[in-house]
């Protein structure tokens, strides 16, 4: 298989037109790719799962630092990072392939005001009301939570009874962070 930097492109839109990972984060990856990839020759850059991504990075930050923060820089390399991984994943067993997604904490929401009758959340968008859950083929069941975030729950009997869902709930729950 090709492992190009036009192919990891050609990968992270894949990833988004699959549904297999949200547009933003395949967009977000992909922009960094192009970005630091950019500065490979063709030869480098024919088989872009061999790079050396801190030396890569290094020579992209020696390049053009005066155009990104230190923090844009990590971000970048994070993200180019985590497409690498996937891609390299994805090329050594293509059916077994799942993205790897990090899953940020979300920061605390803030104390609520006297004058506030109840704590605010996001304004509903259309990328952030609830999504339809596909019917599960097998035991593994995605469950979207936010726009850019998908849960897998795996091990789920068939013959799941309301008490045994509420008490995964109730586990879930109890993992929830306020």
Do not use: C, W
């Not at 605390?108 to 006297?114: C, L, P």
């Not at 849960?151 to 993992?175: C, H, N, S, W």
């Amino acid at each position: 298989m090709e492992r190009s930097r036009e192919a990891l492109s050609e990968f992270l839109d894949y990833l988004a037109n699959k549904g297999l990972m949200a547009k933003a984060t395949a967009q977000a990856r992909k922009a960094a790719a192009s970005k630091i990839l950019g500065i490979l020759d063709d030869a480098e850059a024919a088989d872009v799962t061999a790079i050396d991504l801190d030396d890569v990075v290094g020579r992209f930050q020696r390049l053009y630092s005066k155009n990104y923060t230190p923090q844009s820089l990590v971000t970048y390399k994070s993200r180019l990072g985590s497409a690498l991984d996937d891609f390299r994943s994805y090329l050594s067993n293509p059916l077994a392939f799942r993205p790897a997604i990090n899953n940020r904490e979300r920061p605390k929401a803030k104390a609520v005001k006297e004058s506030d009758e109840a704590p605010t959340r996001e304004p509903k968008t259309e990328s952030s009301r609830p999504h339809s859950v596909p019917i599960a083929t097998s035991n593994i069941v995605p469950i979207p939570i936010r726009a850019d975030l998908t849960v897998y729950v795996q091990g789920l009997p068939f013959d799941l009874t309301e008490a045994e869902a509420r008490k995964i709930a109730a586990v879930i729950t109890a993992m929830a962070q306020s």
